[in-house]
């Protein structure tokens, strides 16, 4: 297990200076932040894909490691596609900023093509060319079907999106991903994806008071884990001796909100597992006896806190939903002629 007593205690980081903040971001990342957060997940290996996406033989099972904010994260997906649908769509795109191995992304065309939609445009994008060609294994079988266009690129989150302006019904930038930059790209990252959104954003991110996470092995994999919470730094040693360290930012769930309260209109933002990764799988503290009824028990009390802001930000990941501002101006135009 990790060291957490190697751990600082958690802060707000976005008090910290803007000046000291601002220029150590913006020189680590130009000395080869971006370089080493690809390797890392370069060397990551086809492993990587059942720890963070389970048995991808069952794409919608939704059983592995984090299983519960995975069911959380495509119920609200879905929700999406089919109201979409529903409008009478019969066209979606949709943008993975940061797909890692393409599954998020491989979910919605097999579910939108399953809803009807005749034309479906899907591009994820990743700076690991490693877990890329994972994508593009994972897509074939769709990426030649009529009405479906798929594909996956090697490209950077920071530079600018080949999208068209209010191109993209659904973009999708999950797990870390955001975490991964430097603070002071952010609000230009947010500017751009909201230029190429014509529909929903949703993104999810770790929280300030997040568990531990190796992020590319299994926690019990970890010997020690340093999170500098000020330099946005975080450094892991694996048991079987590797050693890893990257850029990390952790946020807090105002700090999220603000990141895209000016392109977009905040439909919701929630901690997304606040208590089942923490008790329901360990069977050292709970017994198998007794998983049932804890499940049920820790399902009421993620519905009742997920809003709560004395919960929110020690949650194991933030969930953000946000609506394009020029998709809800157009909503009213359209309400008002029909009124």
């Known amino acids: 297990m990790a060291d957490h007593s190697s751990i600082p205690s958690r802060r707000d980081i976005s008090n910290s200076p803007p000046s000291r903040r601002v220029g150590h971001d913006v020189l680590t990342w130009k000395e080869g932040a971006e370089k080493n957060v690809a390797e890392i997940y370069n060397q990551a290996g086809d492993d990587y894909i059942a720890y963070a996406d389970g048995d991808l033989t069952q794409p919608f099972a939704f059983n592995g490691m984090h299983a519960y904010a995975d069911r959380c ?150 010997r020690q884990l340093k999170q500098d919470h000020v330099r946005d730094r975080c450094e892991i040693e694996l048991s079987g001796g590797r050693h890893i360290a990257f850029n990390f930012h952790l946020f807090t769930a ?39 009824s804890l499940a049920d028990d820790l399902l009421r009390f993620e519905e009742t806190h997920a809003t709560n802001r004395a919960f929110m930000d020690h949650a194991a990941h933030l969930l953000l939903v946000a609506r394009s501002k020029e998709a809800g101006k157009l909503r009213l135009v359209h309400s008002a002629a029909s009124g």
Not at 124 to 145: H, K, N, P, T, Y
Not at 256 to 284: A, K
């Open 254 to 292: 105002s700090e999220l909100r603000r990141c895209f309260s000016n392109h977009f209109d905040i439909e919701d933002l929630r901690g997304l597992d606040l208590f089942h990764s923490r008790f329901s799988p360990d069977p050292r503290w709970n017994p198998a006896h007794l998983q049932d």
């Open 73 to 222: 994260v495509w119920t609200l997906l879905e929700k999406k596609l089919v109201e979409l649908r529903a409008s009478g769509a019969s066209c979606v795109r949709f943008l993975d900023a940061g797909c890692g191995p393409g599954t998020w992304l491989w979910r919605l065309v097999i579910r939108a093509r399953a809803l009807g939609f005749t034309s479906i445009v899907a591009r994820g994008f990743d700076i690991a060319e490693a877990q890329i060609e994972r994508a593009r294994l994972l897509a074939r079988d769709l990426s030649g079907v009529p009405g479906v266009d798929f594909t996956f690129e090697v490209a950077d989150l920071t530079a600018r999106l080949p999208e068209s302006d209010a191109s993209v019904d659904i973009t999708l930038c999950l797990y870390s991903v955001l975490s991964h930059l430097p603070v002071a790209s952010l609000a230009d990252v947010s500017t751009e994806i909201a230029r190429v959104t014509s529909g929903h954003f949703i993104t999810t991110v770790r929280s300030i008071g997040s568990p531990a996470t190796a992020f590319v092995e299994s926690i019990e994999s970890v």
